[in-house]
């Protein structure tokens, strides 16, 4: 057979500058706003008993768009009274209606809520925006159906909970409190109200005092689904307002899902009490890259896992571990991949990375950053043009980065990819596994022997293989050390919001 | 035995050619390209996109009922668009090498429209080289400024990818001054992985400029956004390691404006602008013209127009 030709690169290239694609401004895109209106009001009160009261301190705060730094809306600040007043309600509509109501009756409640989110989601999905800064082609992709998903997904459930714990009985807890983070404002509801309504339990739940709009606006869906005053409660405000709900005597379970900081916190203030709890907190994950994987998918995934949601996610793929026979390769693409990366006002739809969710957010990330170029790692961010007002960080790539540098260790919570190398598959276990943290990890490669060892030795509790950051109601998520305890999502998500005899 | 060791040998010299120019997920480039589609192009942005993808529009009609007369109307159509005189020309039009010498009396000498010829045993390219061969000399000849090549898919699949790249070569030394674009027929390919190896296999010998093409309209399967893209990565991998730029044409299956610009958006975001002009790409098409001009119509006036109000060109793809 002939030989195939290949000719050699270099002797083509000789002498000539080497090639590079131009992403300039031949073809712009114009400015393609998402319009729908995302009915705020003025000024939101909690959600106590199935209505929305005025905080008893008359105190507001405000909620700020982070793409604009203006005034979106006017929150209620709940104070201990306001959060007591909750849980008595939710006592009571735990012992009088919905801890005693047929599953398949609860059933209902549960698909209506998720059709009414679906009728509603563009709305929700600019409502989310607004509020939290990520791109309208997430909180509409992904943000809201996956939060309707969660609901239809525990609605079904509902009626068939002897099945969760096949061979023995379960029984809601009673009352349970819920805090959440503002990187998903409206999927962390979803995901943590739906498992905890289909088991029967009751909710005060506390959203992130920067994104507390969908949360309110899903408390107005539940209103409309005519859920029986008390079932769910709202209260909003900033850490005082968590601490009454994660300390009050009343809930059977507090679930929180944030930094692993405060969740210490809430552990150490919980002990000796007979609370269960379940903590969703940070993650460092790893994201590692084989030589046979397909790189360009790869680099799909490595993007997608970092830069998904401005990297405000506990499961971002934020230290990338590259084979050494293709790290050059990697980085290259990466840094090529990034320059066509839309930074910007996050309502246009064709925005890719959206606005930074607070000023506060934006400054720790850029001190890591800091850190990061001062400990001697190499800095790439592309030229994009960044709006003027408004809270924007460039995506940012680090390369030649340590094992002990701050930016391999720490959650930076922001667009900032650490990349490392490895040499052999021992080698990418051991530094995958060198966290505090184990939420989630990534393998690419070709080879389905070698991704079922990783997924088996890598101390995450998801792995994805040849993808990155895929979510399914039916899947349960949740970590290892660090990263918490405790799963959200499928029949796991569900054993954790019932007792089981 | 014999028959045994020939395959390993085959497949150990494919698996060295996915070795070299690595492999394709399929899930992944789905995913990718499905991205492509969620891009808001509006306003004065689709207006240079619809009007720029007319003059990407290889013109084609490749049908046995093809007469001289319904090619000079190809020809008038590709010169003159539409009824404004200020939508361009398209780039070619596209015909069977029979159909070359009437394409070149419509078109005139010094025509603005290129004269593309599909050649070599189009579409199955099950003859004799020397017969693929005389066919492609004759076409240049009656004046074909572009000869659209199919790949001996018998022999990619048989594993003589040797044999294959040699055809490409000899058919790219007949053509002389003309462009060459290579026809995978991605369909017949089937896998991702082996569109890319047979990408590379041709571009490693063709001349900057040469195309390489998804298909030949005739199978079920056409131009995708996945195989488009497939293409548009071998083409940026192969033009970074070695500078050789070459061109891309999707064909059949693009028959809406809205399609054509979710394939240039892939062009924008994979190869950049360098690629956004008709010597670098292009839509092997027939009834993609008028859905973009009654699509740049529609941006004009505010309206749509009724179909017959844009001329016909041809039925074919």
Redesign the interface.
């Known amino acids: ?7 050699s ?1 270099s002797s ?2 000789r002498g ?1 500058p ?7 401004d ?7 706003p998402e319009t729908a209106d995302p009915k705020l009001k003025a000024r939101y009160g909690l959600f106590i008993n199935g209505r929305f009261v005025a905080p008893k301190s008359g105190k507001h705060f405000d909620s700020i768009n982070p793409a604009t730094e203006g005034k979106l809306a006017e929150i209620a600040l709940a104070g201990a009274a306001d959060v007591h007043a909750a849980y008595t309600a939710a006592q009571r509509a735990a012992d009088t209606t919905w801890g005693r109501m047929p599953g398949r009756e609860r059933a209902k409640y549960l698909f209506r809520i998720a059709r009414l989110l679906q009728d509603r989601a563009r709305e929700f999905a600019v409502a989310e925006t607004l509020d939290g800064g990520k791109p309208i ?1 997430e909180s509409r ?1 992904f943000d809201v159906p996956m939060a309707a998903a969660h609901f239809f997904y525990h609605a079904g459930w509902a009626d068939k909970l002897a099945y969760v714990a096949p061979g023995r009985s379960v029984a809601p807890l009673g009352v349970v409190g819920q805090v959440i983070p503002w990187n998903f404002p409206l999927l962390m509801c979803a995901w943590k109200l739906a498992p905890a309504l289909a088991m029967g339990n009751c909710v005060v739940l506390k959203p992130a005092e920067t994104t507390s709009i969908t949360a309110l606006k899903l408390a107005e869906i539940i209103q409309d689904a005519d859920l029986p005053p008390g079932v769910v409660n709202i209260v909003t405000g900033a850490g005082e307002v968590g601490a009454a709900v994660m300390g009050h005597p009343i809930p059977a379970k507090v679930a929180f899902t944030g930094s692993t900081e405060v969740g210490k916190i809430i552990m150490r203030s919980l002990a000796g009490t007979d609370k269960k709890m379940t903590m969703e907190l940070g993650g460092k994950a790893a994201n590692i890259i084989f030589d ?1 994987a ?5 680099v ?2 490595i993007i997608n896992g970092i830069f998904f949601n401005q990297g405000h996610v506990c499961c971002a793929g934020s230290r990338l571990l590259v084979h050494e026979p293709v790290a050059d390769r990697v980085l ?1 693409k990466l840094k090529q991949r990034v320059q ?1 990366l839309r930074v910007g006002d996050p309502l246009d ?2 925005t890719d990375v959206g606005a930074i969710n607070s000023k506060e957010q934006l400054g720790r990330i850029t001190a890591l950053v800091k850190s990061g170029v001062r400990e001697g790692a190499e800095l790439f961010q592309p030229a994009c043009p960044l709006p003027a007002k408004g809270w924007f960080f460039r995506p940012t790539i680090f390369s030649n980065v340590a094992m002990s540098h701050r930016i391999a260790r720490e959650e930076i919570f922001g667009p900032v990819l650490s990349v490392l190398t490895f040499r052999t598959p021992e080698e990418a276990v051991e530094k995958a596994n060198n966290t505090a943290y184990g939420l989630s990890a990534g393998v690419w490669t ?1 080879k389905g022997s070698r991704i079922l060892k990783m997924s088996t030795e890598l101390k995450a509790g998801v792995v994805w293989a ?2 990155y950051n895929k979510f399914d109601p039916a899947s349960p998520f949740g970590g290892y050390k660090e990263s918490g305890f405790g799963r959200e999502g499928g029949r796991q998500g569900l054993l954790d919001y019932c007792q089981v005899t | 035995m014999v028959s045994g060791l020939m395959n390993a040998g085959q497949s150990v010299s494919l698996r060295r050619l996915f070795d070299d120019v690595g492999t394709v997920d399929s899930v992944g480039i789905e995913e990718r390209v499905a991205k492509f589609t969620t891009r808001s192009i509006k306003k004065t942005a689709k207006v240079w996109g619809l009007r720029t993808a007319v003059t990407m529009v290889d013109l084609t009609t490749l049908e046995g009922k093809d007469t001289p007369g319904k090619v000079a109307s190809l020809c008038r159509k590709a010169l003159h668009p539409a009824d404004d005189p200020t939508v361009p020309p398209t780039a070619a039009v596209c015909v069977y090498p029979a159909m070359v010498r009437h394409a070149r009396r419509a078109l005139g000498l010094n025509a603005p429209v290129r004269i593309a010829s599909v050649a070599t045993a189009f579409p199955s390219g099950q003859a004799p080289l020397a017969t693929r061969l005389a066919e492609v000399r004759a076409a240049v000849a009656d004046g074909a400024d572009e000869v659209d090549m199919v790949i001996n898919r018998g022999a990619f699949l048989a594993g003589e990818y040797g044999r294959v790249q040699d055809e490409i070569s000899a058919v790219r030394d007949t053509c002389g001054a003309a462009t060459l674009k290579v026809i995978l027929e991605v369909s017949e390919l089937e896998t991702y992985d082996k569109i890319r190896a047979a990408s590379f296999l041709a571009m490693r010998v063709l001349r900057p400029g040469d195309f390489i093409k998804t298909s030949t309209g005739k199978t079920s399967l056409n131009a995708t956004l996945g195989n488009n893209q497939v293409m548009l990565e071998a083409i940026r991998d192969f033009y970074l390691a070695t500078g050789v730029a070459i061109a891309m044409k999707p064909a059949g299956g693009i028959r809406t404006a809205k399609q054509a610009l979710h394939f240039l958006v892939a062009v924008k975001e994979t190869l950049g602008d360098a690629w956004l002009n008709n010597r670098r790409y292009r839509f092997g098409a027939s009834a993609l013209l008028n859905d973009l001009l009654r699509q740049l119509e529609k941006e004009r006036t505010g309206a749509y127009q009724a179909p017959y109000s844009f001329s016909e060109s041809a039925e074919s793809y």
């Open positions: 057979m002939p030989a195939i030709k290949s000719p690169l083509r290239r000539r080497a090639p590079e694609l131009i992403f300039g031949l073809w712009p895109y114009d400015p393609a082609k992709d046979d397909p790189i360009d998918q790869a799909e995934g290259a066509v739809k064709n070709d040849n993808t």
